[in-house]
Every structure is written in C-alpha cells, then in structure tokens.
C-alpha cells in the first residue's frame, strides 16, 4: 500500500513540497492504520472502513479541519 502513496505524491504539481510533505505523511499514517486492521491491499478499502478511521481520528482528537485535510487525500 506504500507504494501507491509515492506515486500519488508524484501526482502532486503546483503545490510547495511541505504541502506534498503533509499529504504524504497523512497517507502514510493511514496506510499504517490500514495494515493495522489487516487491510494490505488497497481493494481491502472500502467507504466503511474509511468511516472506521474517520471514528478513530476524530477519538485520537484530531481537529475537524485536520480530518477533513487528511481525507482529501485519501
């Protein structure tokens, strides 16, 4: 699954590199709570368990506007 946030954030043109450096750490730290609840392929991910980690930053405390950042690149 880490392969695929490399090659996203290649995607990335017209942006600063700490914007790039913030969406690929956000897809990172998804792509681990991902693996965590044994999901090793990206077909593994559905709009289900997006609402999982959705739940799971909003109990870490997370900001709203951070959420919503870390969701725009997922």
Known sequence: MF???ESFADTLTGVS???VDVYRRDLVAFATWAEDQSMSN???I???RVRR???Y???ENYAR???ARKM???
Do not use: E, K
């Open 17 to 19: 590199q700490s914007t």
């Open 65 to 67: 506007r951070t959420i």
């Open 46 to 48: 559905d709009r289900r």
């Open 53 to 55: 980690y959705l739940a």
């Open 57 to 59: 930053l909003d109990g």
């Open 42 to 44: 990206v077909r593994d």
């Open 3 to 5: 392969a695929h946030v």
């Open 72 to 74: 725009s690149g997922i």
